[in-house]
């Protein structure tokens, strides 16, 4: 059973900085594009970052390009999202998920999702 794990949210002010982590099990995702998205309180969940498995590749929503960066440890089977610059904005429940459509901004896409982890930035 494949199962996606998120952790490292919490409280941060504005302007400050936390590390997300995402460990995947009960399979190989050698194969996968891994997602970020997050979803705050009445709102539509919003893709936020993604990255290739297999080559690294990176891709970012517009609402946080230059601020948070996407990357993996194949051998620890974790992806991670920092997050720098943080705003009260980016507050909101942010999940990880896996998919192999391809380099996707669609929750459509994605196969496995994890439980989420909630951020929350202070102004």
């Known amino acids: 059973q494949v199962q996606l794990v998120e952790s490292g949210g919490g409280l941060v002010q504005a302007g400050g900085s936390l590390r997300l982590s995402c460990t995947g099990s009960?399979?190989?995702?050698?194969?996968?594009?891994m997602g970020w998205f997050r979803q705050a309180p009445g709102k539509e969940r919003e893709f936020v970052a993604g990255i290739s498995w297999s080559d690294g590749s990176t891709y970012y929503g517009d609402s946080v390009k230059g601020r948070f960066a996407v990357s993996r440890d194949n051998a620890k089977n974790t992806e991670y999202l920092q997050m720098n610059g943080l705003k009260p904005e980016d507050t909101a429940v942010y999940y990880c998920?896996?998919?192999?459509?391809?380099?996707?901004?669609?929750?459509?896409?994605?196969?496995?999702w994890g439980q989420g982890t909630q951020v929350t930035v202070s102004s």
């Open positions: 009960g399979r190989t995702f050698s194969k996968y594009y």
């Open positions: 998920a896996a998919g192999w459509l391809g380099p996707s901004y669609s929750s459509n896409d994605y196969r496995y």
